[in-house]
């Protein structure tokens, strides 16, 4: 953001002459907002699942901030009626064998105006008592506003499947 500063004032040197109207401008000051802004958008394959099948799930996360995203936590409690499929974690078209989202795992820095999206899969294996269920994905992130000082920390939830 760039501030000017702008005096308008008058002044009347000679009591016999009209006022003086003068205008300044102060010098130019640029301000940097720095911050870093997560937007995370899930998605699954289907909004009906009968016992046996397998529901997938999308997670594109967008960094809409003016800033790299540092120390991403991916958290997505599987709901009642549906198990976690090992091995079925993707990041960025990379499997992550050891991912469970249930408790969570890291994922890459994202860099401001890139996404990354990760997607895992879960089978049906009893009716849930909420139904439908609802389910969200959390992720914690920092970023670092000035390296003089302790990065700042933020979260957010995405939209409810």
């Known amino acids: 953001m760039n501030n000017i500063a702008v005096i308008h004032y008058e002044y009347q040197p000679d009591q016999s002459l009209p006022p003086i109207s003068e205008t ?5 000051t640029n301000i940097q907002f720095i911050d870093a802004i997560l ?8 909004v009906l699942a009968n016992i046996d099948e397998t529901i997938v799930y999308t997670v594109f996360i967008q960094n809409n901030g003016s800033t ?15 198990v976690f499929i090992p091995g079925s974690v993707i990041v960025n078209n990379t499997v992550i064998p050891a991912a469970d989202p249930n408790i969570g795992f890291s994922i890459p820095n994202i860099m401001s105006g890139q996404a990354t999206t990760i997607t895992f899969q879960v089978s049906v294996t009893n009716l849930p008592v909420a139904n439908p269920t609802p ?8 970023f670092i506003f000035n390296p003089d000082f302790a990065p700042i920390q933020k979260s957010t939830t995405s939209n409810t499947t």
């Open 24 to 28: 300044i401008s102060s010098n130019s």
């Open 39 to 46: 937007i995370a958008t899930k998605s699954a394959n289907t």
């Open 68 to 82: 790299t995203t540092n120390s991403i936590f991916f958290t997505d409690i599987i709901e009642d009626g549906t």
């Open 135 to 142: 389910n969200t994905a959390n992720i914690v992130y920092d």
